[in-house]
């Protein structure tokens, strides 16, 4: 009896022992296919911080762009009401009565208030180039495949809704007593 109780411990041990060794194994095994994972994960984040890394170089030469236009606007802003101040003061001296400064004031305030709606107006049109670039900048540094084929297909329903609208418009249309006699003799 004890030599029976001795080999069931030993085969007992021996179980023991393999399952330990595979435990072990098996740990390693994932471990490794863990770190094999990890690093796939890592080398795909590599082209996304390129794209980001891109996309945040235009978004500076667009910004840095848009503040020279606006630096020469302000330029251009300071030379011309500089030349028409020379320009009216100018005038002044040879004016000969209170009668020709008052119409020529009255020409003044006109056209600077003409330069500065253009001005504005070319501030407007600086800033709003520099946002659509802005944006097209960040939506394709952000656009993930899938959102690409998305926008595609709205795109496409959006082309699809467009086109069956013309051609319902296109067809010839009831005018509204006819329309009206039809619904009440459908009703009878």
């Not at 170089?57 to 251009?76: F, K």
């Amino acid at each position: 009896m004890p030599i029976e109780v001795n080999e069931i411990i030993e085969q007992q041990m021996k179980g023991l022992t393999e399952l330990v060794g595979n435990m072990k194994r098996s740990r390693v095994a994932a471990a490794r296919r863990a770190a094999s994972e990890s690093a796939a994960r890592i080398k795909s984040l590599n082209s996304r911080v390129r794209q980001l890394a891109r996309s945040g170089v235009r978004l500076t030469y667009i910004s840095n762009g848009a503040v020279q236009e606006l630096i020469e606007l302000q330029a251009d802003i300071v030379n011309s009401a500089l030349t028409e101040a020379a320009e009216q003061i100018q005038r002044m001296a040879y004016t000969e009565s209170v009668r020709d400064l008052a119409s020529m004031q009255a020409d003044v305030l006109q056209s600077a208030r003409k330069r500065i709606v253009e001005d504005i107006a070319r501030a407007v049109s600086i800033l709003k180039t520099a946002a659509g670039d802005m944006r097209k900048a960040t939506t394709s540094a952000t656009a993930t495949p899938a959102a690409v084929a998305k926008k595609k297909r709205k795109v496409a329903r959006r082309k699809t809704k467009v086109a069956a609208k013309t051609k319902a418009k296109g067809a010839p249309r009831a005018k509204r007593g006819a329309r009206r006699r039809a619904k009440t003799k459908s009703r009878a």
